[in-house]
Antibody, heavy 114, light 111 residues
């Protein structure tokens, strides 16, 4: 069955670089795109970016200058890297599978605080 | 960027009654292939979002047929018939035509 699982450091300091991993199973990253969605605490969903089956990427213009999404197809992993973290980057980060964001991971909470 | 505007922000429903949530996009979500790329997701308390309706009117796998989606190119409606306790949560519309954006969410609670 299709599964996605996010992992990451939990607590980050301002100005640091965030690295998150989405490990998938039940499908191939060369067949389905994967997107990242952030949810600030108590707030709504914000799409961050997507890496498509062919390897191309799209980013939310609000974070494009700080964000990079990549993958290792042999390990079935998608990576999110975002630099210059600020407290407003705090939230739960989800990865979700295309098409349609039909499958979501359980999310990983990232707190940016000094 | 395409803006998705939901209404109302919250709705209180008596179990067994129906509920409707509206969503409006700032741009047509109808692709030249005839598909309208609007989606509905439900986030139950403490859980990840789950897909309810895809491409405006298609019921996602495992979703009760009490849920239905309809609309035009820019105005969309999610209808829930016979609301049950398990339907409590926040409902988001979203578009996947140009990148992705989500509405602010509509919180459904029971009376």
């Amino acid at each position: 069955q299709v599964q996605l699982e996010e992992s990451g450091p939990g607590l980050m300091q301002p100005s640091e670089t965030l690295s998150l991993t989405c490990t998938v199973s039940g499908f191939s990253l060369t067949s389905n795109g994967v997107g990242w969605v952030r949810q600030p605490l108590g707030k709504g969903l914000v799409w961050m970016g997507t890496i498509w089956a062919g390897g191309s990427t799209n980013y939310n213009s609000a974070v494009q200058s700080r964000l990079s999404i990549s993958r290792d197809t042999s390990k079935s992993q998608v990576f999110l890297k975002m630099n210059s973290l600020q407290p407003e980057d705090t939230g739960t980060y989800y990865c979700a599978r295309h098409p349609d964001f039909a499958y979501w991971g359980q999310g990983t909470l990232v707190t940016v605080s000094s | 960027d395409i803006v998705m505007t939901q209404a109302p922000l919250s709705v209180s429903v008596t179990p067994g009654e129906s509920a409707s949530i509206s969503c409006r996009s700032s741009k047509s979500l109808l692709h030249s292939n005839g598909i309208t790329y609007v989606y509905w997701y439900l986030q139950k308390p403490g859980k990840s979002p789950q897909l309810l309706i895809y491409r405006m009117s298609n019921l996602a796998s495992g979703v009760p047929d009490r849920f239905s989606g309809s609309g035009s190119e820019t105005d969309f409606t999610l209808k829930i018939s016979r609301v049950e306790a398990e339907d409590v949560g926040i409902y988001y519309c979203g578009q996947l035509l140009e990148m992705n954006t989500f509405g602010a969410g509509t919180k459904l609670e029971l009376k």
